[in-house]
């Protein structure tokens, strides 16, 4: 995945097939389109160029929400409707696949009262790097500064990218916190 920032907006470009990539974009103007947006963002753009579309531009509203309760009674709650995970974080069906398999082993002990709990360990990683992520959002000196970091403490940002994805628990982040602190201050 590759993250584009403008003065406007954010760009993502996802491969997801040999000779196919979504392009997706958020920004805080709900009346900015695709094309408006790959003007604030050239490089992006130039890689595009030759690209033909293949589906209409759809949009939604995206945003973190927690909800008090995702159960009650025989009835619960999974996926966007369990709450959101902004979609800077890339991680909606990911996240709705992890809670479907945990809402399954609760149906499958007849108690879904432990749902509540996983619901919220599961959901914990994608909010904390949803707030993370939306930090830079109209910052350009800290996305500058961030980047700079990042190229001076490539392993920071792949122990980041491990943590994004779960493979890496946050307590091992201790240390890379300090050194991205300290490359934003010394950028």
Not at 134 to 151: I, K, S, V
Request: proline share 4%; net charge positive; glycine share 10%.
């Amino acid at each position: 995945m590759e993250v584009h920032w403008g003065e406007r907006c954010q760009g993502y470009a996802t491969a997801v097939g040999d000779d196919l990539v979504c392009v997706a974009m958020a920004s805080h103007d709900p009346s900015l389109r695709v094309d408006d947006g790959l003007k604030e963002l050239p490089w992006l753009s130039a890689r595009l160029q030759d690209a033909q579309t293949v589906t209409t531009e759809r949009g939604a509203v995206t945003g973190n929400r927690r909800l008090k309760r995702v159960w009650r009674g025989n009835v619960a709650l999974i996926g966007d409707a369990a709450g959101t995970v902004d979609a800077i974080t890339g991680e909606g069906l990911g996240l709705a696949f992890s809670q479907a398999v945990a809402l399954a082993e609760c149906i499958e002990s007849g108690n879904l009262a432990p749902y509540q709990k996983e619901q919220r360990r599961l959901t914990l990683r994608p909010l904390l790097m949803a707030r993370l992520m939306l930090t830079l959002d109209g910052r350009p000196r800290l996305q500058h500064r961030t980047l700079q970091a990042f190229q001076k403490y490539p392993e920071v940002f792949q122990r980041l990218l491990a943590l994004h994805v779960g493979a890496l628990p946050p307590q091992k982040l201790v240390w890379d916190g300090v050194t991205l602190g300290w490359g934003l201050i010394t950028a």
